[in-house]
């Protein structure tokens, strides 16, 4: 079955970055659209950032916009988030997603910005 193993997140101050990484398993990664989406507390899910089979991405929100970046290793069967310039208001957990942003996902990753 699908498995999605999210890591990499932590505790960072504002203006620091954070790269998180999602290993899937259980489908063929190579022909997925991933999305990674997020939850702050007290929030509904958010979808991020998307990346196509092909390589395209899609951003969502313009506050994103030249801090976050969304890749993929086929080889390694892996989605990466780089995050720069991170802001108390990116606080949340971070999922990476098969398909759509309501697809399968994985545990998660906590982000807490604060200094």
């Known amino acids: 079955q699908v498995q999605l193993v999210e890591s990499g997140g932590g505790l960072v101050q504002p203006g620091g970055s954070l790269r998180l990484s999602c290993v899937a398993s259980?489908?063929?990664?190579?022909?997925?659209?991933m999305y990674w989406v997020r939850q702050a507390p007290g929030k509904g899910l958010e979808w991020v950032l998307s990346?196509?089979?092909?390589?395209?991405?899609?951003i969502n929100a313009d506050s994103m916009k030249g801090r976050f970046a969304i890749s993929r290793d086929n080889a390694k069967n892996t989605v990466y988030l780089a995050m720069n310039n991170l802001k108390p208001e990116d606080t949340a957990v971070y999922y990476c997603?098969?398909?759509?942003?309501?697809?399968?996902r994985g545990q998660g990753t906590q982000v807490t910005v604060s200094s």
């Open positions: 259980g489908f063929i990664f190579s022909t997925a659209t």
């Open positions: 990346i196509s089979s092909s390589g395209g991405t899609r």
């Open positions: 997603a098969q398909g759509s942003p309501n697809g399968p």
